[in-house]
């Protein structure tokens, strides 16, 4: 493929700053990333691949370190920016500039806007929507090593060349549904929330900490912080230096007591011996904390028993909804979702009034939340209709039973 296609392999800083020159102009331009992240603090950019009209090019990080002119072209509001799955995308440029890309276009979200699974992979989108088959063989590259081969600059290349193409049918077929509008507002929200999960309090993702008090939210939460330091100190991934789960555990523990910490299994090997003053001097700050001062849990009020039982049943009808709506399921929400929406509706009249849920708001009210608020107030039923259909649920309005 790449040997009848012109493509830049850019490993200088000056032909960087022309290669931007040249795509400055492009009303879109589509990019893609090879990375690392097994090894370091933050996942290693080793690669930028980009199409941009008749501009193919490749991007070495590892030759060029500063590749802020780049990140610049793409955060300028007068083009389009083209991502399949593009979290990572969105975190590189938001590291290196501060500022998310103007106008995205993830193709992974919008085909799950018009009903395709989600979330779907770019081969597969290629051969659905475009007919092509892509190649492989390149998924377990160490993109850190050079040179690069023909092969690997041919794999890394095929994941921007389609990205264009892919968003002028899915554009075509979100008009066709009349859901435009329902993409833009889905990724403005995906990007705010990568946004708060860069920013913000990214303690609170500890696994396993969602039923914690405030006191041990306070010792995860320093545990955290300190645990964060010395991984960017060391550049190495944070759950070398102390697992999620030994996390929770201190937090249990709730002592600063060197003993009883060194006691808990996977605290008593040597090479956690030297994090043990580091440890109970994080234990004590948060236990010094005066009680206001403590982070309070997020309020999670779908935990009731019932809400778990009615969530569980709700989700299926959410997922024959969607089908019928050519709406992925995944996208739309999980059994998470429902039993907030469940929570919501049974709540009451609550002063100060939360925040409405996710399917209560937007796209996804119109979508599935409005039919399951029915289906909760009693005013629509569900039913087996064919048993061997694809949609074998059946949602419709209850019938008042005869007298």
């Known amino acids: 493929m790449i040997k009848t296609v012109k493509y830049a392999?850019?490993?200088?800083?000056?032909?960087?700053?022309?290669?931007?020159?040249?795509?400055?102009?492009?009303p879109c331009i589509a990019f893609d990333t090879e990375f690392v992240s097994e090894d370091s603090y933050r996942p290693e950019l080793c690669l930028v691949q980009v199409a941009a009209g008749e501009n193919l090019a490749v991007i070495d990080p590892l030759s060029i370190r500063d590749l802020r002119s780049f990140w610049e072209v793409l955060v300028a509001p007068s083009r389009q920016t083209i991502v399949h799955a593009g979290r990572h995308e969105l975190c590189f440029c938001l590291q290196a500039v501060g500022h998310r890309p103007g106008d995205l276009f993830d193709t992974q979200l919008a085909a799950g806007l018009i009903g395709l699974e989600y979330p779907a992979a770019y081969a597969t989108l290629v051969t659905k929507l475009l007919g092509q088959t892509l190649k492989k063989g390149e998924t377990r590259t160490d993109w850190r090593r050079r040179p690069l081969s023909h092969r690997q600059i041919e794999y890394a290349l095929q994941d921007v060349m389609h990205l264009e193409p892919l968003r002028n049918v899915l554009l075509e077929r979100l008009a066709a549904l009349n859901r435009t509008a329902w993409l833009t507002a889905e990724l403005d929200d995906w990007q705010t929330s990568v946004e708060a999960a860069e920013f913000d309090e990214r303690w609170r993702r500890t696994s396993g900490?969602?039923?914690?008090?405030?006191?041990?939210?306070?010792?995860?939460?320093?545990?955290?912080?300190?645990?964060d330091a010395e991984a960017q100190r060391r550049n190495c991934p944070a759950r070398r230096i102390l697992r999620d789960d030994l996390i929770t555990e201190l937090a249990k523990g709730a002592?600063?007591?060197?003993?009883?910490?060194?006691?808990?299994?996977?605290?008593?090997?040597?090479?956690?011996?030297?994090?043990?003053?580091?440890?109970?001097?994080?234990?004590?700050?948060?236990?010094d904390l005066p009680e206001e001062a403590c982070p309070q849990p997020l309020s999670r009020n779908a935990n009731r028993l019932q809400f778990n039982l009615l969530g569980q049943f709700l989700a299926t009808a959410l997922a024959s909804v969607c089908r019928a709506q050519q709406v992925a399921p995944s996208l739309v929400g999980s059994v998470e979702d429902v039993r907030d929406l469940i929570a919501h509706h049974l709540a009451g009249d609550k002063s100060p009034a939360p925040p409405p849920p996710a399917l209560a708001r937007g796209w996804r009210a119109e979508v599935v939340g409005r039919a399951i608020e029915d289906l909760i107030a009693g005013k629509m039923a569900i039913r087996v209709g064919d048993p061997a259909s694809e949609q074998p649920l059946i949602l419709e309005p209850r019938r008042e039973p005869s007298p």
């Open 209 to 227: 900490s969602s039923n914690f008090g405030p006191r041990a939210l306070a010792i995860i939460r320093e545990l955290w912080h300190w645990r």
């Open 9 to 26: 392999y850019i490993d200088e800083h000056r032909q960087l700053t022309q290669f931007c020159g040249e795509i400055a102009a492009a």
């Open 255 to 287: 002592t600063d007591d060197m003993q009883r910490i060194r006691a808990i299994r996977g605290l008593n090997r040597r090479d956690k011996e030297r994090h043990l003053p580091a440890l109970s001097a994080a234990i004590r700050r948060a236990l």
